[in-house]
């Protein structure tokens, strides 16, 4: 898959969490961190949607962060505005 933009998860210290890194976007990658910590022979298959932005708000308060970096026509990068 080809993009323009990497979009990934940030922890409270400001590491990124490399199992979050996707080109599909910010909420694939807080799903993808969200998921890595909820393994499927306990809690089923992926949370997604809802469940997931649920889950996602209580981890931004405390702290963590989801970011996207866009490649521009220049070959520039740029973090996107939140």
């Given at each position: 898959?080809?993009?323009?933009?990497?979009?990934?998860?940030?922890?409270?210290?400001?590491?990124?969490?490399n199992a979050?890194?996707?080109?599909?976007?910010?909420?694939?990658?807080?799903?993808?961190?969200?998921?890595?910590?909820?393994?499927?022979e306990w809690?089923?298959?992926?949370?997604?949607?809802?469940?997931?932005?649920?889950?996602?708000?209580?981890?931004?308060?405390?702290?963590?962060?989801?970011?996207?970096?866009?490649?521009?026509?220049?070959?520039?990068?740029?973090?996107?505005?939140?």
């Open positions: 898959m080809e993009s323009r933009e990497v979009s990934f998860v940030t922890w409270p210290d400001g590491k990124v969490d979050s890194l996707t080109v599909a976007g910010e909420q694939m990658a807080r799903e993808k961190m969200i998921n890595q910590w909820l393994p499927a809690f089923g298959r992926a949370v997604t949607g809802y469940v997931a932005d649920t889950l996602w708000r209580g981890m931004t308060e405390k702290g963590f962060r989801s970011h996207t970096i866009k490649i521009g026509e220049d070959g520039l990068p740029a973090l996107t505005p939140q």
